[in-house]
């Protein structure tokens, strides 16, 4: 009787997957209790406090790239948010210029032009099999040999490029510019309202309108005609050479520049693969159907092949993201203010408290990963097909 | 009976490389015409009639269709293919669109006709291959006689007056083959100029008007179906015949 229960529980398909997966719980919750324990015991021996309350006392250091004002007397928390928003910073711009480059330079390495295919395959080859660290150290160090700011180069006029960064005009902005960047929105708003009337209208009459054309010339032309109408009310202050070092104006730093090049450009060859994986995943017998109903490459291109592409293309374009993303900590190799330079480093040898804030840190990463992933999967979701095909 | 010629082949090659699939192909196919091509594979009868929506582009000779000849000017192959329907193998349907969108989709674009309309067409053509409770579903939702029922109406929406049939029943389950020769059937007895790439005998002694066999690319007989069926003239369509007939 007991045997056949033991035997019942051990060869049943269901319970014994069921006791298989409760073991392993079980061993892996063992296992983290004994290593908390321990951590917290040793902690305690050697008089090491723990806990949270450093993050209200004063940071007592300086970040030199910061998007929110922040000086040492600032404390540990506000350092966090500083890092948090140029881990950001860094990530959606790093994201935005992969995805341009990475589709140009995948359907480039598609295109029947032998140099500009070979072009492609070379800068591919070339940028994924050297360590990403590697090249950001590379175009930092590029940037750290140019000119001084003495002898910065000129880029259209008022752009100077040096060993300190690129030193730009910035923005002063006037009575009434508000309404300028609100005509900006309203032009967007309208352009979307335009899109769907006049899809209507080509669903009523037949009629093609380059839509595309219209609207993009709609939202650029709109601020810059209310612009006028206000009297122009947006000035920039430029950056004039004094001495060593310009005054006014502002400035990228070249630890920014760095990164975003060493990141986007490596990620941007991942990206490229994965568009023209994407792109060739398109059967062949589709652009056929296609080109056998009449249609001409573009449309062939834009209503056929691309959407079915994206398909295959989302979900590594996401992990591409998630590790554009995670590699941006290594800004600390080049002292980018990023989270991980600022709080992750200086204030964790400061306060010494390093479960905390490294815990800190990887669930900001994750909660970061996370999002990205929810919103990828959901968009992903809407290009997949329906039943089987 | 008119005796418009709407395709003419003349001494047609083509190569893939080394390897010469079409050898001095000629044919001439009559406004109404129905013409089923068979042979064994590799024989060269897709890749002929591919030719004439220049799916293929041949190398050597001319093909004239409606007048217009089928050169590099892309002009002529957008005339051409708007007045060739084609149908394949593989049905070819667009999977992340549905079936009325995928009939719809060349009256909209290439011939910029409304949405509204387009749709009445599509359920039209939809009603003529008796499936139109399926124009909401997706292609991944359909049996494959359905699907190339619907690719059938796809090519018909554009209102073509010759129709290329790619062996439309080689991919189907034998329950399926008649559903989707019946519509060809229906579609012969309109009046429709058919080029038909196909196995199957029976719908072939129904319909054709002109049998062709072809072997190693070249066109090896060509004959009304009643004398091809009862005597062929070539030891190789003799050969195939018995082959296909007697299995």
């Excluded at chain 2, 590799?42 to 582009?57: D, F, V, Y």
Aim: positive net charge; contains cysteine; charged residues 20%.
């Amino acid at each position: 009787m007991q045997t056949s229960l033991i035997r019942k529980i051990i060869f049943d398909e269901k319970s014994r997957s069921l006791l298989v997966q409760t073991l392993v719980i079980g061993l892996f919750a063992v296992f983290i209790y004994l290593i908390v324990q321990q951590t917290a015991y040793n902690l305690e021996k050697r008089g090491i406090s723990s806990g949270f309350d450093f993050l209200n006392m004063s940071a007592g250091y300086d970040i030199s790239i910061r998007l929110i004002p922040f000086t040492s007397e600032d404390t540990h928390l506000r350092a966090y948010f500083v890092g948090l928003l140029n881990t950001l910073l860094i990530a959606i711009c790093g994201c935005f210029l992969a995805t341009i480059l990475g589709f140009l330079v995948g359907i480039i390495r598609l295109s029947t032009n032998w140099l500009f295919r070979n072009i492609a395959y070379v800068y591919v080859e070339f940028t994924r099999n050297v360590p990403v660290l590697l090249q950001i150290i590379l175009y930092y160090s590029i940037l750290l040999h140019l000119p001084k700011t003495k002898q910065a180069i000129p880029i259209f006029e008022n752009f100077f490029l040096s060993n300190r960064g690129l030193f730009s005009p910035s923005p002063i902005f006037k009575d009434g510019f508000s309404i300028v960047a609100w005509s900006f929105v309203l032009a967007i708003v309208f352009t979307f309202f335009l899109k769907k009337s006049l899809k209507k209208k080509q669903e009523v009459s037949g009629k093609q309108y380059p839509i595309f054309l219209i609207n993009s010339a709609i939202i650029i032309f709109t601020p810059i005609f209310v612009y006028y109408i206000m009297g122009r009310p947006l000035d920039f202050e430029l950056p004039v050479l004094k001495g060593f070092n310009f005054k006014g104006g502002m400035v990228i730093k070249p630890e920014f520049i760095g990164m975003l090049l060493g990141l986007s450009i490596y990620t941007a060859a991942f990206i490229s693969e994965t568009v023209r994986s994407g792109i060739i995943s398109v059967s062949k017998g589709q652009r056929e159907a296609s080109q056998a109903l009449g249609l001409k490459s573009n449309l062939v291109m834009r209503l056929i092949v691309i959407p079915q592409a994206l398909r295959v293309i989302i979900p590594p374009l996401t992990s591409q993201y998630l590790n554009l993303t995670k590699n941006s900590s290594l800004g600390i190799a080049i002292g980018y203010a990023d989270l991980v330079h600022g709080f992750g480093g200086i204030s964790l040898n400061q306060t010494g408290r390093a479960i905390e804030i490294m815990l800190m840190v990887m669930l900001t990463y994750l909660t970061i990963s996370l999002t990205i992933s929810v919103f990828m999967n959901i968009y992903n979701k809407s290009v997949q097909f329906k039943g089987n095909a | 009976m008119s005796t418009e010629q709407v395709i003419q082949l003349d001494k047609v090659n083509k190569w893939y490389d080394d390897f010469h699939v079409l050898k001095d192909i000629d044919l001439i196919v009559e406004k109404g015409q129905k013409i089923v091509i068979c042979g064994p594979s590799g024989s060269g009868k897709s890749t002929m009639i591919r030719c004439i929506n220049r799916l293929e582009a041949h190398q050597n000779g001319t093909i004239i269709v409606h007048g217009t000849e089928l050169t590099n000017d892309l002009k002529n192959i957008d005339i051409i293919r708007k007045n060739v329907g084609m149908v394949f193998q593989q049905f070819n349907l667009f999977p992340h669109l549905s079936v009325i969108d995928n009939i719809s989709l060349a009256p909209i674009w290439v011939k910029k006709m409304p949405k509204g309309e387009a749709e009445e067409v599509a359920m039209a053509y939809l009603e003529k291959v008796k499936i139109p409770e399926q124009a909401q579903k997706f292609p991944g939702q359909l049996s494959g006689g359905q699907q190339q029922r619907v690719a059938i109406a796809r090519s018909l929406a554009m209102n073509p007056d010759i129709m290329l049939f790619d062996e439309p029943t080689s991919a189907l389950d034998p329950e399926m083959i008649k559903e989707v020769l019946d519509v060809m059937i229906q579609l012969a007895e309109e009046g429709m100029t058919m080029l038909v790439v196909t196995h199957e005998m029976g719908f072939a002694k129904t319909v054709a008007d002109q049998m062709i066999f072809m072997d190693e690319g070249r066109i090896v007989e060509q004959a009304k179906p009643e004398d091809f069926f009862n005597n062929p003239k070539s030891d190789r369509t003799k050969l195939f015949l018995s082959q296909i007939l007697n299995h």
